[in-house]
């Protein structure tokens, strides 16, 4: 235990020494626990591409990152994002975090909110990624569209009529379709009353959700069918939703404070491309993107685009590039970061390779950085980068191991060789086939990353870990 104090005070100081003036190690973040990634940070790069009138944003945002008030983070992205560690990390490190920002009707498998805490009966959820085949039963199909994130949850049919003719006579309805919040204890997040917005529609201009409180409750009604409307209320936590109609659909949810809101939020879908967006609604996506200015905003996509064999890198861009354009239109005084992917492996033949696209895609998106004069951080850079040093080491390791083997082979006959090839373990057997090659082999080894495409938790907190650094040594260095 002492050896270890020893290590994370000597990790403090080497930190401060690296120009990074207020770079505190969080007890409840991943470096603290595992100090001995700190030679990793040493690697992190952020690419500045800024022009002048970026970098005068830069320096409005290093202000309030530096006082940590009324500083709001909104992180695009893919499976990467999707499963909250970085967002996590991110409110971990900063640490005073008091409101959640946008956040799902409910959380689709394999995806999850580290803040917000889900439980739901007769519900289901639809998102933007599902073929239409997938859709057919689905009543007014033809209006189906999907607002910002492309996530919906409507009730089963059949399970909402008790719940609608209740509504009527009781605020305390029970219900066989409902879904239920409540802040994350272990978020740290204090259970102040909420401005909420709630996204939702409905078919019919009869009641849609009955919403409720510990103090209070609401009748959501549509002022138009079948068209996304925003709802704002004040709530404290948990909040109960009942369906009160077949055919109502819930979008999301705002949670957020009148002033000095700190806000590190997430909106990634498993398995979508960089030009996901071009599927959310253009009307209600424009009204949430207009509910809250955020200073910093996070785009994490191109893990999916290289999973095809044809990339068109002009369309790529553009329609990157569009998007950002649009997201600039609501948040002038912002700073964006785009994040390119890791290496992108998929199985071929019962083993794990490159894909073919997996360097165009990289490269366009650091060509995009540069069009866009955004902040880049390259995360197959961080992972070359950071285990360069222990590759090389390991590769010397095998080349000895070589020519040991080599001289100990050579050394005997070649009868006695056979005959002890045989006796050669299996194990050893299998660490030559699986001999580590690459950057992303030690990461495997260290488990931080998986096989395919996506890292472990651990890697992903290392990550964030590492872009946080970077970013407040971007800050702290900007005058």
């Known amino acids: 235990m002492a050896i270890r104090k020893i290590f994370l005070v000597f990790l403090i100081l080497s930190l401060n020494a690296l120009n990074c003036e207020s770079f505190k190690v969080q007890e409840n973040s991943f470096l603290y626990k595992n100090p001995q990634y700190k030679s990793y940070l040493e690697k992190a790069i952020l690419h500045d591409f800024s022009d002048k009138r970026n970098k005068e944003i830069l320096k409005k945002v290093a202000t309030k990152w530096k006082s940590k008030k009324n500083l709001k983070i909104r992180i695009f992205g893919d499976s990467h994002i999707a499963s909250d560690f970085i967002a996590n990390e991110f409110r971990n490190l900063l640490g005073n975090i008091n409101a959640l920002g946008f956040t799902y009707p409910l959380q689709p498998i394999s995806h999850q909110s580290l803040i917000l ?9 639809l998102d933007v990624r599902m073929p239409l085949s997938q859709l057919k039963n689905l009543p007014n199909l033809e209006m189906l569209n999907f607002p910002l994130g492309g996530v919906i949850a409507y009730p089963k049919i059949n399970e909402i009529n008790e719940a609608a003719k209740s509504a009527k006579s009781s605020k305390n309805t029970e219900s066989n379709s409902f879904i239920k919040l409540d802040i994350n204890p272990k978020s740290n997040i204090k259970n102040d009353t909420f401005i909420t917005q709630i996204i939702y529609k409905n078919d019919s201009k009869n009641p849609a959700f009955l919403v409720q409180d510990s103090k209070n409750s609401f009748i959501l009604q549509t002022k138009e069918i079948n068209k996304w409307e925003m709802q ?3 709530l404290n936590f948990p909040i109960n939703i009942t369906a009160l109609s077949e055919n109502a659909m819930l979008g999301g949810y705002f949670f957020y404070k009148n002033n000095d809101n700190n806000i590190v939020e997430s909106i990634g879908l498993n398995g979508v491309r960089s030009d996901i967006w071009l599927k959310w609604d253009k009307e209600i996506l424009k009204s949430e993107l207009d509910i809250l200015d955020y200073d910093i905003i996070i785009l994490s996509y191109g893990s999916n685009d290289a999973m095809y064999d044809v990339f068109n890198e002009e369309k790529f861009i553009k329609n990157y590039a569009d998007f950002i354009a649009l997201l600039r239109e609501y948040n002038k005084e912002c700073v964006f ?7 992108v492996l998929k199985m071929e033949k019962k083993k794990y390779v490159e894909t073919r696209n997996n360097k165009a895609v990289n490269a366009a998106v650091i060509k995009l950085a540069r ?16 285990a360069k040093d222990e590759l090389d080491k390991e590769l010397e390791k095998q080349e000895q191991n070589k020519a040991k083997n080599s001289k100990n082979t050579n050394s005997k006959s070649t009868k006695n060789t056979a005959k002890n090839a045989k006796n050669v373990p299996v194990g050893n057997k299998n660490a030559m086939q699986d001999s580590i090659k690459t950057t992303k082999d030690i990461w495997i080894k260290n488990n931080l990353s998986k096989k395919d495409v996506h890292l472990t938790p651990q890697g992903y907190y290392l990550t964030a870990d590492a872009l946080f650094y970077s970013l407040n040594q971007k800050f702290f260095d900007t005058k």
């Open 117 to 125: 805490n889900y439980e739901a009966k007769n519900f289901n959820i």
């Open 232 to 234: 704002l209320l004040e």
């Open 337 to 343: 970061i785009l994040v390119a992917p890791p290496p």
């Open 371 to 386: 069009k866009e004069h955004t902040l880049l951080f390259n995360m197959s850079e961080f992972i070359e980068s950071s």
